[in-house]
């Protein structure tokens, strides 16, 4: 069965204090790690793509990067706009339904 | 471009009543589909659609239905409400890359 597990499920950061969120995955196949930002009331909204281990994409103050078992989203010197829960979710082949297994997110709060 | 649009924002149900969800997109995008979220779990894929008279089952089908007849919409049909079925929808359209996938606002559902 795919798996998506995000940590920490909150985070609570000063601004300007650097830190990564982890997304690991198990998964039979990966076509893509995708992150969305979520914030209160509102619908995800889409920041990255990765397709292959290596592979970076940076945003802002945000970067993410992936391994052949987990990402990382970067976030470095934050403000406080940036708190939102970021989701992370996974692409895989093999047929099935089209759409994407999603973590259950981390909560991100940024301190002024 | 008024992207995804979702009504109604919030809506209360008795248990054994019907209802439509309306999702809506103006951005001729092929792809739609509906999510759940529910506390402390990720979105789930309730159903799909892949163009125009096209549908298919999600990780979540159960209590649903969709038809797609044009484009633009794609209602998610509760046939007979439950209480478990209490969550917040996500309707999502995209064209052919997963990067263009926008989500819509949500509707927030109470089943009592």
């Known amino acids: 069965e795919d798996q998506v597990t995000q940590s920490p499920e909150a985070l609570r950061l000063q601004e300007g204090e650097s830190s990564s969120l982890n997304c690991s995955y198990t998964v039979s196949g990966l076509r893509g790690l995708f992150w969305y930002r979520q914030d209160p009331g509102k619908g995800p909204e889409f920041l990255f793509t990765l397709y292959s281990a290596g592979e970076e994409k940076e945003k802002e103050r945000l970067k993410a990067t992936l391994t052949k078992k987990e990402s990382f989203l970067h976030i470095t010197a934050p403000k406080p706009e940036d708190s939102a829960t970021y989701l992370c979710?996974?692409?895989?082949?093999?047929?099935?339904?089209?759409?994407?297994?999603f973590g259950k997110g981390t909560h991100l709060i940024i301190q002024p | 471009n008024a992207g995804v649009t979702q009504t109604p924002k919030f809506q209360v149900l008795k248990t054994g009543q019907s209802m439509t969800l309306q999702c809506a997109q103006d951005m001729n995008h092929e792809y739609m589909s509906w999510y759940r979220q529910d506390p402390g779990m990720g979105l789930r894929l309730i159903h799909y659609s892949v163009g125009a008279g096209i549908t298919d089952q999600g990780e979540v089908p159960n209590g649903y239905n969709v038809s797609r007849s044009t484009t633009e919409d794609f209602p998610l049909r509760l046939l007979s409400a439950a209480p478990s079925q209490t969550s917040v929808y996500f309707c999502?359209?995209?064209?052919?890359?997963?990067?263009?996938?926008?989500f819509g606002p949500g509707t927030r559902l109470l089943v009592l």
């Open positions: 979710a996974v692409r895989v082949s093999g047929g099935g339904a089209d759409g994407l297994t």
């Open positions: 999502a359209s995209r064209s052919g890359g997963w990067e263009t996938q926008y």
